[in-house]
């Protein structure tokens, strides 16, 4: 009875101190990195209306705020690690502030710039940032931080006298650290208008439809985007060889059949009305009198 006793004992403290390990495990010393689908919220840097300076804080901070609110989620803009997909973010009310800060933007007087946490933020901070923003982290040096990864979003468009036409159609590139360096990490970010795409109209009042097209890269370099142009051999390259290849000996072999060999017939048959004979045909292996036989349309006798 007593040795039973000892034995659940024992097991419990084992038990308890497994439970110990795997909360200290919960807790680790480095901050965790992003998981795959966890979202990233936008912030952008908040400017004056009327001259587009960047607003400082009391103590000359830059001031990050939140990424206008999409009318389809209620909330800022936000990217989830590691997710490819298009985000649809239509700024309901474009208000008379708003309006002369696009007119910055697509006048190029001062960029749209944003930023995302290169690492999870811890949930307090992580509220601010949807809610309120947050100030700069580097004393207003520069743009390089190891909490913040830079996202400069390159929004074109044209001022018009009475409107803005803004290039809403956006691509979001995105690019963590490799995984086996710093999994969960984001390494770089950019966001450019699409300037071909027809653009938004815009006045104060309106809405702005932005759609953004959100790719992520596994590492820090780009993959070759332009296969099958200049450089690489591809599959369809070399179907495309065979096809051409094949189109135009069926062209050659239509005109030769449709056009060229009628008339050779017919300047042979002429050439036997004078009373020449001279047997040229026999070259094409085609017994004299019988090609009417041979099925090719255009070809006529005479
Ligand atoms: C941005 O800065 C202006 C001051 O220029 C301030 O009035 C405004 O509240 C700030 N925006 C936000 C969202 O904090
Ligand atoms: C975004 O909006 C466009 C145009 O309104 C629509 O065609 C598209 O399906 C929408 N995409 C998503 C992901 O909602
Ligand atoms: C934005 O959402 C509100 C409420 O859901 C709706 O009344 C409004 O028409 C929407 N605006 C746009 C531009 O879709
Ligand atoms: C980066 O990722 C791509 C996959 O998109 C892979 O093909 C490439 O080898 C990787 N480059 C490096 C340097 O790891």
């Not at 830059?62 to 997710?83: A, D, H, K, Q």
């Not at 710093?182 to 809405?207: F, H, K, L």
Request: proline residues 7%; glycine residues 10%.
């Amino acid at each position: 009875m007593a040795g039973r006793l000892t034995f659940l004992l024992r097991l419990l403290s084992v038990f308890l101190a497994a439970l110990a390990v795997a909360k200290a495990a919960q807790e680790p010393l480095v901050q965790p990195g992003y998981k795959v689908g966890q979202s990233i919220p936008v912030t952008c840097l908040n400017r004056t209306t009327d001259t587009g300076e960047h607003v400082t804080d009391a103590s000359g901070q830059l001031s990050y705020i939140p990424f206008p609110i999409c009318n389809e989620t209620g909330r800022p803009l936000e990217l989830l690690f590691g997710v490819e997909k298009d985000i649809n973010c239509t700024l309901d009310f474009i208000d008379d502030p708003f309006f002369h800060l696009l007119e910055f933007y697509v006048h190029n007087d001062a960029p749209l710039t944003c930023r995302i946490p290169t690492k999870p933020l811890p949930p307090s901070a992580l509220k601010d940032e949807f809610e309120k923003g947050t100030q700069d982290d580097t004393d207003g040096q520069g743009s390089i931080s190891e909490v913040y990864t830079p996202m400069v979003v390159a929004l074109a468009g044209t001022l018009q006298l009475s409107h803005l036409h803004i290039a809403s159609t956006l691509n979001v590139l995105v690019h963590a650290a490799p995984k086996s360096v710093a999994p969960g990490t984001i390494a770089a970010a950019t966001a450019y208008s699409i300037a071909r795409e027809e653009p938004a109209r815009v006045v104060i009042g309106d809405s702005l439809p932005l759609q953004f097209s959100v790719r992520w890269y596994p590492n820090t370099s780009l993959p070759s985007g332009w296969t099958g142009v200049g450089g690489h051999l591809t599959f369809s390259t070399v179907v495309y060889c065979l096809i051409s290849a094949g189109a135009s000996a069926a062209i050659c072999l239509a005109y030769f059949r449709g056009i060229e060999l009628p008339r050779r017939l017919k300047s042979h048959g002429k050439d036997r009305l004078g009373g020449v004979e001279r047997g040229a045909l026999g070259g094409y292996g085609i017994a004299n009198g019988g090609y009417s036989g041979y099925g090719y349309g255009p070809g006529k006798r005479d």
